[in-house]
């Protein structure tokens, strides 16, 4: 019977030492309970190059529905942007269609007392993107659901590539492009988008879930 139990004891603690291997969180930036997985790298290299470049003006297409229970799924990026901003006097600009959408990351945003840093806006993002007057130091796209359907493949990948052209004459030399959910089967939301800046002078800096461009001017001091 103790042996039993001894197995059942070991069981027990492989599977927790599992998890919190699993667990990747952005601590201390962010709680430790939040596990942002598969952006955490990414996000922790944005933070490192937005501290870099002093940045002031981050927008991002896609706001976090979910608010923070959603880091793991969606990856909550409206919130940690918006702390980032809090604490560099910088602001978040986060669009999106859906009224839901807007609502929840709204509450969310409340509870983290972000008011004054984060401003969403209930629109259509390229419609949005066309009309942004200001130079943006840090672009994050991550509107249009990618799904296993190849039409709506098709349509997110068109549709990020839009916003990239509406906006892109407000991107500068430091500015810096990311996008999610891109290691998925035909590229991901970024194909068209990597596509393109990759015939303008950008390069890659971290091709994972997320993908990661800077200008080939870009220098992460020059902003100091
Ligand atoms: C994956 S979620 C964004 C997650 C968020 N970036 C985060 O980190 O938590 C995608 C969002 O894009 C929005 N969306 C879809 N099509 C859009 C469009 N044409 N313009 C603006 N937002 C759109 C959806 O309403 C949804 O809320």
Redesign the pocket.
Known sequence: MNYVFWFLGLGIFGFCIGKFIKHKSLYPFMPFRYDFRK?RDTFKLVLELLNRTNAKVIV???????GLK?AKS???????FGKWAQKNQAIVH?????K??IKH?HDEIQKQGLENFVQLHL????S?LKNFESQVDFL?L????YSDDLEEQKKSQL?HLGELKAIEHRLHNNSIVLI??CDLPNGGKGKLVVEYLLQKNWKILVNAYQILLVNNNFSPYGHL
């Open positions: 952006r991002e297409t896609g706001t976090s529905r979910e959603g969606n990856g909550a990026a409206t919130i940690v986060s669009v999106d269609i859906s839901q959408s990351a629109s259509d993002s390229i949005f994050y991550d509107s249009y659901d549709h999610d959910d």
